[in-house]
């Protein structure tokens, strides 16, 4: 069990969330490399089929932390500065290539690192008290952070997010909804009922499969259409040969809902 983060797993749903909730969650080297280091095994771990990052104590995370982080960074060298810049980036990575769909359930505060990881996941539901703000430029950094350039524009449009990069402004619940950028906003009560159907409705699902489309949803960015065209051709005869497949299709003949077991 990880020291630096909470972790909870119930029938293929893991619930991951800062403990921090005094100071608004925020991030600290342990927990950044702790994260990484968890998101990068769980490639790795077929009992769990989807995450939820969940908020703790009203707030989602405040990003790096002031004392803990942005402090000693002022004092560090160019190449303990890189060290530190690539291990953020390697936690979103690590969140892309895990093989598992990740639900954010955003509540309150949801700044800096704590929006670059609410961006990083696959759904985000929200509260409509969240803000979220991209506010590198209000600490005297670049809005590229973590790769807030090339996700967010693909996420919400390319002048929404240079809006939200350059002013470092909170984007309201309502804004994150209208933009695409939550898939649900809902009041907090049913915040956690509703990342959780979300991903109870995943963890029902073919599993390999669903890795196979967050993959392909990662890949296909740098690929032109006719190589994703072949791309999605070979990463589909694959799942066919999947026995997921043939029981949907043995499902459907019996008129039964078919009972995924992600092989």
Known sequence: MPQHFLLSIENGIATVSLDRPERKNPLTFDSYAELRDWFRGLVYDDTVKAVIFAPNGGNFSSGG???DIIGP???MSMKELLAFTRMTGDLVKAM??????IIAAVDGVCAGAGA???????LRVATPSAKTAFLFNRVGLAGCDMGACAILP?????GRAAELLYLGRAMTAEEGYNWGFFNRVVEPDQLMAT???FARRIAEGPNFANMMTKTMLAQEWSMGLEQAIEAEAQAQAICMQGQDFTRAYEAFVKKEKPVFQGD
């Open 154 to 158: 693909r996420i919400i449009g390319q």
């Open 96 to 101: 892309i290539g895990c093989g598992k769909p």
């Open 65 to 67: 932390d002031v004392h």
């Open 195 to 197: 990342a959780g159907e």
């Open 73 to 75: 960074l002022t004092r």
């Open 116 to 122: 670059i990881i609410a961006m990083a996941s696959d």
